[in-house]
């Protein structure tokens, strides 16, 4: 896909606009060994257990990623859980099908980041785990089952092995081999990652416009 | 050009700009927060030194943690009382309305927003929980939205979206005797898994649909994320208005006429195109039960369990994983089954008709001794009808004890918690592991085999007993 420049026009607009409101990370391209979690459908409610929900702020969450699959009852970390196996460590998470699904919490991409991940790749998202993770710095990468499953082989077979995201060519490479595949993502949100731009600065940018909106929608509807 | 659907129609309504290549800047009308996804979003706002845009447009109560017992006293747990209490500080600081505990429209945000005619057909409305679709049963665009997008809600009434594909599932027929809205909704959801309605939203229609209650059509509405789906939607029709009219924010006198000739407009053209559709046999829907650790795992209740052997090799690992924290044999059945715990209750069924479903069924029978049942408003309104129309009287001659309103077991964010390796016949919407407690094991089921199970003790079909 061709880099988008009208998205690159909207966001510049915010970037004049911003001072210090809290930036999102910036997005840069990511060398790194993986950690494979080859379990489909994860749901945000083990991704963060819901009685891990009562922080009033975003931090800190990292420490219970996984948190019922990491640790037993007593707390003692699960030796068969992958996050526990010293092979494998880096900042990106490659997940079984259908990765994020259940609730709307945010905390499950707070929580994923606050652990150190920067991207996860699965063969499937849940729709609201993809939004929440592009407005926390998270790059979801969806690639084909086929291509997740030759990451699953060469990640087990040599924790080594490094991938290489770019999200400006919106391409993962297996770096060993030179295996690689392209990925999604619009061109808006790119240009947010990459600039470390979130969405409120843009609707406030454009406050005047909704203030129009809402006197045309007002007069349609019955209030 | 084809015509459009209802949802292109409300989400064209609600365009206030769109990026290219890029999400549509949408305009909510409706916004519903609660104690446990809001904090970090108000104190984004702080952050930033900005105000709440249009304070009159969200409406805030406390669900997710509170007790279901002695409401009356301060929240026990720290944690909670702590959300509670920033959540009112922030609502206070900001002028927005709170049904907070013990106030008489204090429930589950989302059997609150319909109760109170704050949902309304044509409306966009987003809340902090994945459920709000919930209120798509009025003809209304409504999903749930992360703490980011709470944030920009508050801020300036928007959020950026990119628009989802459109699906259509059409129910047809009658459905047979002691199949309710539950039955339909986790029969669809079986048959297209958890994850098949991802990157849509669903339009449902069909005569089966058409024919329940409004009740019956949240429930189906309420269960539409556990596919995958953003969300889900029903054409208002008279059954709509009914429910609306004379209820406390709905429109009154001149205003009334006014909506409902806009609602009346409000229906997917006839020659609308979907990216999907997909039509169900009512008829072959029967009492439905999960057995695994996703709402798309279920089967007729007087099915065995697959045995696997149809299954992917990468399927596999994650199916036995599931049979095996729920502790049941592949290809098994689940009739007999027995049951420790019941849970009535939830945004999916904790409504009127569902203590009076449940209640039926229970007169004159009494709880079987080995099953510990939480039976749980939705609502104050709900406990204030169940009481005056002697729903509680009944409950109590057959063992059974209504708590107060809240989320309670749903997502055991509070004392309720089903204890590790229990078995729970529950009628909320996800069986997740740990969903309901650490290491809980929860079968979803309508609120009549939740009724059948807690007098028997056991996994039964509700239509053996009736
Ligand atoms: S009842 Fe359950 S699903 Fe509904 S809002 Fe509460 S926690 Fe969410």
Redesign the interface.
């Known amino acids: 896909m061709k880099f988008?420049t009208?998205?690159v026009r909207?966001v510049k607009k915010i970037n004049q606009l911003k001072n210090n409101?809290?930036p999102i990370e910036k997005f840069k391209t990511i060398e790194s060994t993986c950690v494979p979690l080859?379990?489909?459908?994860v749901?945000t409610?083990?991704i963060i257990?819901?009685?891990f929900?009562?922080?009033?702020?975003?931090e800190g969450f990292g420490d219970n990623l996984f948190r019922?699959w990491r640790f037993d009852?007593n707390d003692n970390p699960r030796k068969d859980f992958v996050l526990n196996n010293k092979k494998f460590s880096g900042s990106v998470l490659v997940a079984?099908?259908?990765f994020g699904?259940?609730?709307?919490?945010?905390?499950a991409?707070w929580a994923v980041y606050d652990y150190g991940f920067r991207v996860v790749v699965s063969s499937?998202?849940?729709?609201?785990f993809k939004?929440?993770a592009l407005?926390?710095g998270l790059l979801p990468v969806q690639v084909s089952?086929s291509f997740l499953?030759r990451l699953f082989e060469e990640i087990f077979q040599n924790p080594e092995k490094k991938v290489k995201v770019d999200l400006e060519k919106q391409r993962i490479t297996l770096l060993s081999t030179g295996e690689n595949e392209g990925f999604e993502i619009?061109?808006?949100?790119k240009t947010c990652l990459i600039n470390g731009y979130?969405?409120?600065d843009?609707?406030?940018s454009?406050?005047n416009?909704?203030e129009k909106?809402?006197a045309t929608?007002l007069s349609?509807?019955?209030? | 050009m084809a015509g459009k659907t209802l949802f292109d129609k409300i989400w064209d309504?609600?365009v206030?700009?769109q990026?290219?290549?890029?999400?549509a800047?949408l305009?909510i009308?409706r916004h519903m927060v609660h104690e446990?996804?809001s904090?970090?979003a108000f104190?984004?706002l702080d952050?930033?030194g900005?105000r709440v845009?249009r304070p009159g447009k969200t409406i805030a109560t406390a669900d997710?943690?509170v007790p279901t017992e002695d409401q009356h006293l301060p929240v026990k747990?720290m944690?909670?009382r702590?959300?509670v209490d920033?959540l009112t500080r922030n609502c206070e600081k900001h002028g927005i309305t709170l049904y907070g505990l013990n106030h008489p429209y204090h429930g589950i945000v989302h059997v609150i927003g319909p109760e109170l005619g704050l949902t309304?057909p044509?409306?966009t409305i987003v809340c902090?929980?994945?459920h709000?679709a919930t209120h798509g049963a009025f003809g209304s665009l409504a999903f749930?939205?992360?703490?980011?997008?709470i944030?920009?809600v508050l801020?300036?009434?928007?959020?950026?979206q990119?628009k989802?594909g459109k699906m259509r599932i059409a129910v047809e027929g009658q459905p047979k005797k002691g199949v309710t809205a539950k039955d339909i909704i986790l029969y669809i959801i079986s048959k297209i898994s958890?994850?098949g309605g991802?990157?849509y939203f669903i339009e449902y229609t069909g005569t089966a649909i058409r024919d329940l209650s409004m009740e019956g059509r949240m429930t189906v509405c309420n269960m539409s994320?556990e596919c995958?789906?953003?969300g889900g939607l029903i054409a208002p029709d008279d059954f709509t208005f009914n429910y609306l009219k004379g209820r406390e924010f709905a429109?009154k006198g001149e205003?009334?006429s006014?909506?409902l000739e806009?609602w009346k407009s409000l229906k997917t053209d006839a020659d609308a195109i979907f990216d999907r559709e997909l039509e169900f046999d009512a008829g072959d829907i029967e009492p439905m039960i999960t057995y695994g650790t996703?709402p798309g795992m279920g089967i007729k209740i007087t099915e065995k369990i697959p045995d696997g052997s149809k299954l992917k090799e990468?399927?596999k690992?994650?199916f036995f994983?599931s049979l095996d924290y729920m502790g049941i044999e592949a290809g098994s059945g689940m009739l007999g089954r027995p049951v420790d715990y019941v849970f009535v209750g939830s945004c999916t069924n904790g409504r009127i008709e569902d203590l009076r479903e449940f209640t039926h069924f229970v007169k004159g029978r009494k709880k079987a001794e080995n099953v510990v049942a939480w039976i749980v408003p939705g609502s104050k309104q709900v406990e204030k009808q169940a009481i005056a129309e002697g729903l509680v009287n009944t409950l109590e001659k057959s063992g059974f004890r209504l708590r107060q309103p809240g989320c309670s077991a749903c997502?055991?964010?509070n004392d309720d918690k089903i204890p590790?390796g229990k078995y729970a016949v529950s009628t909320s919407n996800?069986n997740?592991?740990?969903?309901q407690g650490?290491?809980a094991r929860t079968f979803l089921a309508s609120p009549l085999t939740a009724a059948a199970a807690a007098i028997t003790g056991r996994i039964t079909d509700p239509r053996e007993i009736a």
Not at chain 1, 53 to 58: C, E, I, P, V, Y
Not at chain 1, 186 to 189: C, E, I, M, Q, T
Not at chain 2, 155 to 160: G, H, R, S, Y
């Open positions: 988008d009208s998205a909207q409101n809290m080859k379990i489909d459908n749901d409610d083990q257990p819901a009685r929900l009562k922080a009033t702020s975003r019922d009852r079984g099908k259908n699904s259940g609730s709307s919490r945010e905390h991409s499937f998202f849940a729709d609201i939004n929440n407005n926390n089952e499953s619009n061109g808006y949100k979130d969405d409120i843009y609707l406030l454009i406050k416009k909704i909106f809402e929608l349609e509807l019955s209030e | 309504n609600h206030v700009e990026i290219d290549n890029g999400p800047v305009y009308d446990v996804t904090p970090v104190a984004g952050k930033r900005i845009f997710h943690n747990d944690l909670s702590k959300q920033t309304q044509g409306m902090g929980d994945s709000t749930g939205i992360g703490t980011s997008e944030e920009m801020a300036t009434q928007c959020i950026l990119p989802p958890a994850s991802t990157g994320i995958g789906s953003r429109p205003a009334w006014k909506a806009f996703n990468e399927e690992t994650s994983k997502l055991a964010m590790e996800r997740f592991e740990g969903r650490p290491g």
